[in-house]
Structures are given as C-alpha cells and as structure tokens.
C-alpha cells in the first residue's frame, strides 16, 4: 500500500513513520520549504503525546530539543495561586512532558522521516484530492497529480483534504483570542520562574505564560482577548508596536511578565486563535484525516500536538489490520473522535476562561480556586495524559 500523506507539520511526518512501521509506503507532500525558518512560538507535548513520541522511535531523536515540563502552575491577576495541573505520568527516566518550539520539532520529524528513508517533497501545496475504487490522489499547485493507494490529510485546521471529502465540512472557529510569543534571553527573571513548570496568569487584561529553560532563557506567550487581526492589521503593525502593547498589558499585574516583555524580542504576533469542535466526516473512500484537520483543540487544551501524535499510530495500526481503506478509516473513527472531541470541549472552556472582564473575572478566581484545587487532580486528568496507544509492531529504538 502506498499513502500520500499532505502536511508537513507534526502529524505528517509523524503518521509517515508509523505507517513505514507497519509495512505501508508512505510520501509527504509538505506545502513549507525546506528551511522553514525559526517562527512562532512554543507548546507542549504532555506525557501521551511523549509516549506517543516515543512508540514511533522518534523520541530520544528529538528529546534535546524540548525543555522538559511537570506541570502548569495556574496564577491569579493578583498573584494568588489557584492551583497545579499535571502534565501526566512520569516515565521511568523521570519524563513528564516536554516543552517544544513548534517549527524546530516539526522539522526535527520531518528530517528524521527522511533519514528513514522516506519520501518528502517540500514546496509542494495541495489544492485538492479525489477518490475512487482504485485509489486516491491529489493536485499540486503546479498542475501534477500524485496519486496513492490513500490519501491522508494531515493539513491542519484549514485542510484541504477535509473539503475534499466531505464540501460542506465546518470551518474553523475564532475563540476570542489573539495570540503572541517571545524569548527572553539569558535573563536574572528565569530565577522568579520554577524550573520545569509553565507559569500561566489570568491577568487583568490578557492571559500570560512563561517557562524556563535549562540555558537560563524563558520563553513566554500572551493570549488578548479581541476581536480577530485582519491580513492589514498584521501586515501594518511593527514587532516593535505589538511588544509595548503586550508590556502594557500585562503592567497592570504582579510578576514577571511585563519586565519579561520589554526585555525580550517577540517571535509570533497577532496570531488568531481558533478551533475545530466536531467534523461530521472523517473520511470518504480512500481519504482520510488524522490531527488538527479532524479536531483542532484550542491551544489552551496543551494537547493538539499530543492528539496529532496518537493519531498517527491509531491510524497506522487500523490501516495494518483491516482488510480495506474504508474500513480502516471506519475503525479509526471508532477508537478516536469521542476521546479527541471531549478535549476540544475542555480547550473551549478552558479559553473562555481567558476572555473574563473584570466584574466576572472577580467571580471567575474564585471559582478556578476550587477547580483547580478539587478537580483538576492527577487522578482527574489522567484520562488525557495517561491515555497510551500503540502499534503492532516494534520500532527499534536508538
């Protein structure tokens, strides 16, 4: 069986490798140039994704490369801690989760996917795909046609695969949030951090975190709640004017965040936050989709990454053991869209959470006390970061 797989993110390059573990030959398409470049900001892959991670023997090739994280200590605008959310078991090297800036792990997949010795065309943008009894293919941008016994969307919330299987598929939806992210480097503010915990503030104004890394650096976001930045907006407002905007925002509370800010040099500006709840198809005869082109969490979930990453075993392994496309993609559905769709849900509420005013926002600590204290346990979030999925075969380890 031969797969086109369309995305070069994390799901791509990661259902490749499984899908080479388990006897199927598979070709990436990734619409970016080969150097993509140090962009954007940074996420964290918990403890399922990690082990995920690891199932397909990608993990010790990418390990360096993460800060590794513990937990997520929840603050209020006041300073006030509200409580701890862990990231998952630890495994027997003492791992929890680890902290990744997005485009250094993806091209560490995707490096790691040709190393073994599979197909990848960079520069190469799908603008549609089809299916039929004998096979599935899609259309490059330049006219070519790559054809393939499946075709795999792995192209993210705006995925062109998703449309082509079913044309009246939802689109993305815009949580109330614009998103930023920096570095602050070699910084006397990573001692006010701890070590291995993202630091995340429900300010007064807009919603801040910050993580330090083993080379003294920290790395911080900031989520504002707004309506959503035009193409011109984007394309018009210097780094330099976003930056004072963020410093500005976050005077307003305790902490590090606005010396962080106005130190440190922004990496990704204005970018509009959204989400995908529930697609109604999955799959139409020999396409299928697997990641953020199925069910975009908002990134307050901290699980888009993780999901992507099982997705790309669970889909491997149905694609090994059942006797047709279709049935795999069936199969698949099954074991992943009730799971997949509740942590869309929590990331949703999660986000709401962000955009309080500040009446509500009074209100809205008090009652984050008592869930954070009570309900978000490590026995409570164990079904998300304790989830493990795995292949049928053994991928040798190095």
Known sequence: MRAVIVGGGIAGPATAMALQAVGIEPLLLDANPADRGEVGSW????????????????????????????????????????????????????????????????????????????????????????????????????????????????????????????????????????????????????????????????????????LPTPAGDVVWFANVPRQPLSPQERATTPPAAWQALLADLAAADPGPFHDLISTGRLELAGDNTFDLPHVPTWHRGRLGLVGDAIHAPAPSSGQGASMALEDAVVLASCLHAAATPDRAFAAFEQQRRSRVERIVAEGARSSSSKTAGPVRRIVQDAILRIVFHRIATRDTQAWITDHRVTLPVDVTRS
Do not use: C, H
């Not at 993990?59 to 006030?80: C, D, I, K, W």
């Not at 919330?157 to 044309?167: E, G, L, M």
């Not at 480097?185 to 630091?199: I, Q």
């Open 43 to 210: 996420f964290t892959i918990a403890a399922n994704g990690v082990a995920a991670l690891d199932e397909i023997g990608a993990l010790e090739q990418v390990r360096g490369l993460g800060v590794p994280t513990v937990r997520n200590v929840m603050v209020s605008a006041s300073g006030r801690a509200l409580g701890v959310i862990p990231l998952g078991a630890a495994r027997e090297d003492g791992t929890v989760a680890l902290s990744f800036k997005r485009t250094r792990l993806a091209a560490a997949l995707t490096d790691l996917a040709r190393q073994r010795g599979i197909e990848v065309r960079s520069q190469s943008r799908v603008t549609g795909a089809s299916t039929d009894d004998r096979g599935a293919r899609v259309t490059l941008e330049s006219g070519e046609t790559v054809a393939g016994d499946v075709v795999i969307g792995a192209d993210g919330i705006n995925s062109v695969v998703r449309f082509a299987i079913d044309p009246q598929a939802p689109t993305r939806r815009y949580m109330g949030l614009a998103n930023f992210g920096g570095i602050t480097e070699s910084t006397a503010l990573v001692a006010s951090l701890e070590p291995g915990a993202w630091r995340l503030v429900f300010g007064r104004r807009a919603f801040f975190g910050a």
